[in-house]
């Protein structure tokens, strides 16, 4: 359904072959979230583009300015993710919105609709492996930052089970 767009980011991360499974695990539970709520049609394509395109452009951003940094993507990834869903002939609706996600995906007080929220929460269950917090931390964190019933429900699972996922 998405093969043009793997492919697409088979090339641009070419250098950085990690972030293919980076953006598989983000898709997957974004795609979880979204189906979790029911949601359909159109806000559904925005969530899983939002979700393969959000770090298109951190292999730029580094070319570019020398950092993977947050800001830089959100200059370099907008454009990316713009050519490649003009390609896909996707709506021009879908295309503003996406772009407008991929281009502010780190600043979580940005945050104004599901879509949003969704896609924050799906990167989070992925990058909150990063961060060497104690269980207290990481509880209250989930608490606060999970806001939809199946993202926290993900995050309490794999982050405060004992078991691994
Ligand atoms: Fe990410």
Known sequence: MFEKYWEFLKE???EDPKMIPHTEDVFRFAEMIAQDLGIQGKERRIIALSALLHDVGIVEAFRKHG???GKYQHIEGPP???FIMKQ???EEEVID???FLVGHHHDFASVDGLDFQILIEADMLVNL????WSREKLAQFIQDFFKTRKGRELAEEKYLCSGTM
């Not at 492996?129 to 060497?132: F, P, Q, T, Y």
């Open 97 to 99: 919105r996406v772009a």
């Open 67 to 69: 950092s993977r940094e």
């Open 88 to 90: 896909e002939k996707e």
């Open 129 to 132: 492996a990063d961060e060497k």
């Open 80 to 82: 990316l993710a713009r």
């Open 12 to 14: 641009v991360f070419a």
